[in-house]
């Protein structure tokens, strides 16, 4: 059985374009608020603060926050897109049409992640060029910067799709990011390498998820780690790996969607 | 030639469920269900290809236009982009000179057309009508039904529920009645009508009687409180005599009448009966 008779190609792309149309009609929302707010940091951080601290592992602050800041746009963007996605025809009712339609759960899946994930890589790239204006930019692994890149997206993507089905207001839809995943990329390590924090913080940093992802993505910049690659990459794929298992499961059950 | 099927069932018997269930929306607790011999879960692609659904309330992505949400509905069915039937389908549905308007600037009798549009977009055999004119003002109604009359002709099988008892009555072929959850019944429009209905007969008597005679007492007659008309009721069913007899009875019996007039039980009549003896 080839690929586009055991699938619904069609349906796939139908969702992907929509998803993907969307963004550019809102573009301002979509693209110039993270390119603005990302300016801001460099501004704050790297020019005002930078200023002040020297370098952290023989790299100058500003250059140092980099990967810090696509990450942070990335985590809540990839969480944001995807949980809207899918819960906005929750909410408007118009997911009766999804429900209704010869598609199955991979393809839904494929659809509304490969969308919400694509827009999040579009963004990183965007803040990327960005911040190549601010501070000179160095990038020792290219491929590996893309694969976190890519990686990260499609987790969080997966995990806002979670967010969405089980959100039943709008509050709840905000409040994992808000709570939860600003905090933790604040706290993991953006802005600042988590060796130079005490003991006792550094140790309790260590169950913080977003540490791996911002360390490994900044290993790709510059050579330069705070936990190994192999530890940032594994918890990377194990964060998607639970992702998968609770989308699995919600399919398997209906859980929220047909009930 | 396909067929209307008009399914009827006071508020909460379970029409939009079962529908829902039908089309994949809802999982089911229980039981199994077919779409011309494909089940719905093993083989959901097959069935659900057949299928175009018309829900109740009006959903609709409100920031796309009426051309791409019409065209991304038949790519979600898997249906190979067709400009041309799409523009058909619109223009059968007098949507085709908004085919560029956002959907949220459409009045609500385009947006109940735009989602038919989207339910006939992949060309379905089985199409659900889930109370498609509430709402809807007549001349957008009688326009509906002209359309569906059409896909009939065209061999789509329509499934619609509805409030409007007259509107089954006017365009069902079969009727099926859902209470608490269960179909009570299943039948032609007409043999239900036939067999369940009731019909009355209507004497205008030439000179008002008093009282009914004893003689007549077999046919429980009702005579009208000023004594000018007697009314006859009976069904198929009823072990009552004829009307031949009671006009005979009546000659004999020297009482003589001005005019005549019959009334069939109509279809709402019918279904509130059922829906008092399943009770």
């Known amino acids: 059985m080839n690929l586009r008779a055991a699938m619904n190609l069609r349906a796939v792309w139908a969702i992907y374009r929509v998803e993907m149309a969307r963004a550019f009609r809102t573009v301002l929302q979509s693209i110039i608020s993270p390119v603005i707010s990302t300016s801001l940091y460099f501004v704050v951080f790297g020019s005002a603060i930078g200023s002040r601290i020297t370098e952290i592992d023989g790299i100058s602050y500003g250059a140092f926050i980099v990967p810090g800041l696509i990450m942070l746009s990335l985590l809540t963007q990839s969480i944001s897109n995807a949980s809207f996605a899918i819960y906005f025809p929750k909410f408007v009712g118009s997911i009766y049409e999804l429900l209704s339609a010869p598609v199955s759960y991979l393809e839904i899946v494929i659809a509304y992640v490969g969308g919400a994930a694509t827009k999040s890589i579009i963004l990183g790239l965007i803040i990327l060029a960005t911040a190549s204006l601010f501070v000179p930019l160095h990038i020792e692994h290219p491929v590996w910067m893309l694969a976190f890149l890519v990686l990260t997206a499609v987790t969080f993507s997966l995990f806002g799709f979670i967010i969405g089905i089980w959100a039943k207001s709008f509050e709840q839809l905000q409040l994992v990011p808000l709570l939860i995943i600003t905090p933790l990329t604040f706290l993991g390590g953006s802005f600042y390498s988590i060796n130079m924090l005490p003991d006792v913080w550094r140790t309790v940093t260590l169950f913080n998820p977003v540490v791996y992802l911002i360390s490994g993505f900044r290993w790709s910049f510059y050579g330069k780690s705070d936990v190994s690659v192999g530890i940032s990459l594994g918890m990377t794929v194990v964060f998607l790996l639970i992702c998968i298992a609770i989308v699995a499961w919600i399919f398997r059950t209906g859980y929220r969607l047909r009930n | ?279």
């Open chain 2, 1 to 279: 030639m396909g067929e209307i099927f008009a399914l009827l069932g006071p508020n909460g018997a379970g029409k939009t469920t079962l529908i829902s269930i039908v089309c994949g929306i809802v999982n089911r607790s229980s039981g199994t269900v077919t779409v011309d011999g494909h089940d719905i879960t093993r083989d959901y692609r097959a069935a659900r290809n057949l299928i175009g659904l018309v829900p109740q309330e009006l959903t609709i992505d409100a920031f796309e236009s009426v051309w791409a949400t019409v065209n991304y509905s038949r790519g979600l069915f898997g249906k190979p982009a067709n400009p041309a039937f799409v523009e058909k389908v619109l223009r059968d549905l007098s949507l085709w000179d908004k085919k560029d308007a956002k959907a949220i600037t459409l009045s609500g009798g385009m947006k109940r057309r735009l989602m038919i549009a989207k339910a006939l977009s992949h060309e379905p055999r089985v199409l659900f009508l889930d109370e498609p004119t509430a709402g809807v003002d007549v001349e957008l109604r009688q326009d509906m039904w002209a359309m569906v009359r059409r896909l009939r002709e065209d061999g789509v099988t329509i499934i619609l529920t509805t409030h409007y008892i007259e509107e089954a009555e006017a365009m069902a072929d079969r009727v099926g009645v859902i209470n608490r959850g269960e179909i009570v019944l299943v039948d032609g429009k007409a043999e239900l009508m036939r067999k369940l209905g009731r019909k009355r007969l209507m004497l205008e008597l030439r000179a008002p009687l008093a009282s009914i005679p004893e003689t007549f007492s077999r046919y429980a007659l009702e005579l009208s409180p000023d004594g000018g008309q007697l009314t006859y009721t009976y069904d198929n069913q009823s072990e009552r005599p004829g009307v031949a007899s009671l006009i005979r009875d009546l000659e004999a019996a020297g009482i003589q009448f001005r005019d005549i007039d019959t009334q069939n039980s109509s279809l709402e009549e019918i279904f509130v009966n059922l829906l008092r003896q399943e009770a």
